[in-house]
């Protein structure tokens, strides 16, 4: 991974893949992904791909296996951790049913406040109810809530990577038996297989450590199965056993 003067620049959107071949990522989009992508879910990868960090946000093939994950869960009630402009919580409000219900979390509701024009003309905007502020809080605060432990069918978290094992501790009691936890960045750019002598991108850096720490506990954390897949750039199922 060398250096380059686009070191600070994080990839876009539509080019967040491990995939070596670029070409091959695109034909992947757009033979199998955006052919079947909802409107709704266009015009807002559009109005992200406008935004500086539109790389934050969750790929489409990413946002395409999702909504089928949740369809074969059959999935009602889910929890969102970091929202940015809304294209994977609207990927996941399309896959509910009409009574689906899905708390979203994100400490900065201007980005999402891009996207819920588009949510709300989709029709599934009375699916959400969105919480701003810092995750943590919330979450605890959700833990005290009588009924909240063990009720959620999936949970998503794409947010700040050094909180992520602080996330799972909460995430894993929230979700039902059975459920899933997804995490999102798992690989974080390839760089947890970085050699020492490898100069990182400068967005790649502060959370590279973080991100192969969690990777570790989770393999370790036995009320859990998971299974790590290597869409976009690493993405961890966890199975709630026990």
């Given amino acids: 991974m060398e250096s380059s003067s686009d070191d600070h620049v994080i990839p876009s959107q539509d080019h967040k893949t491990l995939l070596k071949s670029g070409a091959l990522y695109q034909y992947l989009l757009e033979t199998s992904v955006y052919p079947r992508e909802p409107d709704a879910m266009k015009e807002l990868r559009s109005i992200t791909a406008n935004h500086p960090l539109n790389g934050i946000a969750t790929a489409a093939?990413?946002?395409?296996?999702?909504?089928m994950l949740l369809k074969v869960m059959n999935a009602k009630k889910?929890?969102?951790?970091?929202v940015f402009t809304g294209y994977s919580l609207l990927a996941t409000a399309l896959a509910l049913p009409d009574d689906g219900k899905i708390i979203a979390i994100?400490?900065?509701?201007?980005?999402y406040e891009l996207g819920r024009p588009v949510i709300q003309n989709a029709g599934v905007?009375?699916?959400?109810?969105?919480?701003?502020?810092?995750?943590?809080?919330?979450?605890?605060?959700?833990?005290?809530?009588e009924g909240k432990k063990g009720?959620?069918?999936?949970?998503?978290?794409?947010?700040?990577?050094?909180?992520?094992?602080?996330?799972?501790?909460?995430?894993?009691?929230?979700?039902?038996v059975g459920g899933i936890v997804a995490y999102d960045n798992t690989l974080w750019y390839g760089s947890v297989v970085a050699l020492p002598e490898e100069t990182l991108p400068s967005y790649v850096m502060p959370f590279r450590d973080d991100v192969i720490k969690f990777n570790k506990y989770l393999a370790a954390d036995h009320r859990i199965e998971i299974c790590h897949l290597s869409i976009s750039d690493g993405l961890t199922l966890c199975r709630r056993l026990s």
């Fill in 61 to 67: 093939d990413e946002a395409q296996f999702l909504s």
């Fill in 78 to 82: 889910t929890l969102e951790i970091g």
């Fill in 125 to 145: 905007s009375h699916k959400i109810d969105f919480r701003e502020g810092e995750a943590l809080p919330i979450l605890d605060e959700l833990m005290k809530e």
């Fill in 106 to 111: 994100d400490v900065n509701r201007e980005f």
């Fill in 151 to 176: 009720s959620f069918d999936f949970i998503y978290v794409d947010a700040d990577k050094n909180n992520y094992i602080n996330y799972h501790s909460r995430a894993v009691e929230l979700v039902r």
